[in-house]
């Protein structure tokens, strides 16, 4: 492993301060957010990813890697940041959401009830 892999793992394993910068490979898509915003939702999966118990996987960047699909990643980045659903139009794309933020421990039907019907998403934002 180079030094500088290395180095970025054991920043990443000892845990990341709330107001650093943690950057993500989510299925080949780049994104950034503070460790705070990631760590929103008590108990998910980026809470334990960060808590430095379980090791990571980083790309050839340095980024922490996750073998999950992107475009419901970006709904579910938001809602961290934001506290609220803008949830696509397309039907496909809600529902994977809806398992991507299972995938990930943040209760849709918790975090908004009122945007759930029958597991499906009867409030929608167009993007």
């Not at 780049?30 to 929103?40: E, G, H, I, Y």
């Not at 039907?109 to 009867?122: H, L």
Request: hydrophobic share 35%; net charge neutral; with cysteine.
């Amino acid at each position: 492993m180079s030094t500088k892999k290395h180095e970025l793992l054991q920043r990443h394993s000892s845990g990341i301060e709330g107001g650093e910068v943690v950057d993500l490979n989510v299925g080949g898509a780049k994104f950034s957010a503070r460790r705070s915003t990631l760590t929103r939702v008590d108990d998910s999966f980026f809470s334990n990813l960060l808590s430095g118990r379980y090791p990571l996987q980083l790309d050839s960047k340095g980024r922490i890697f996750i073998d999950r699909p992107p475009k419901p990643f970006e709904v579910i980045l938001d809602f961290l940041r934001t506290g609220k659903w803008y949830l696509p139009e397309s039907p496909q794309l809600r529902k994977m959401v809806i398992d991507e933020a299972d995938f990930y421990g943040i209760d849709i039907k918790t975090s908004a009830p009122d945007m759930i019907d029958d597991c499906m998403v009867v409030w929608v934002v167009q993007r």
